[in-house]
Nanobody, 117 residues
Framework: QVQLVESGGGLVQPGGSLRLSCTAS????????MGWYRQAPGKQRELVAV???????NYADSVKGRFTISRDNAKNTVSLQMNSLKPEDTAVYYC???????????WGQGTQVTVSS
């Protein structure tokens, strides 16, 4: 009923930038918050950034000042601009969407981000 498709991952040097995008399709009217999570090898999945339909944002402390989340409600798209990337940002990044009551989560398949010299 809801599908999330990510794009924009890849390999970048420390200090570089990448932009991730996620497009939702299907039963979109149920959705409110959209965001990004990441999971590095051997670590728990963690919140990176989230944005509500109204535009309220939250960021993990580790990415504040470096990452910016935005969304286009008309296109049902959420983006993550990642600047000043560090090796510790290396992870699989997953797009996430929640219903208005926050009871249901939808997930993309993930996109790999690798920060390395």
């Amino acid at each position: 009923q809801v599908q999330l498709v990510e794009s924009g991952g890849g390999l970048v040097q420390p200090g570089g930038s990448l932009r991730l995008s996620c497009t939702a399709s299907g039963n979109i009217f149920r959705l409110n918050a959209m965001g990004w999570y990441r999971q590095a090898p051997g670590k728990q999945r963690e919140l990176v950034a989230v944005i509500t339909r109204a535009g309220t944002t939250n960021y993990a402390d580790s990415v504040k000042g470096r990452f910016t989340i935005s969304r286009d409600n008309a296109k049902n798209t959420v983006s993550l601009q990642m600047n000043s990337l560090k090796p510790e940002d290396t992870a699989v990044y997953y797009c996430n969407a929640k219903t208005v009551d926050y009871k249901t989560d939808y997930w993309g398949q993930g996109t790999q981000v690798t920060v390395s010299s």
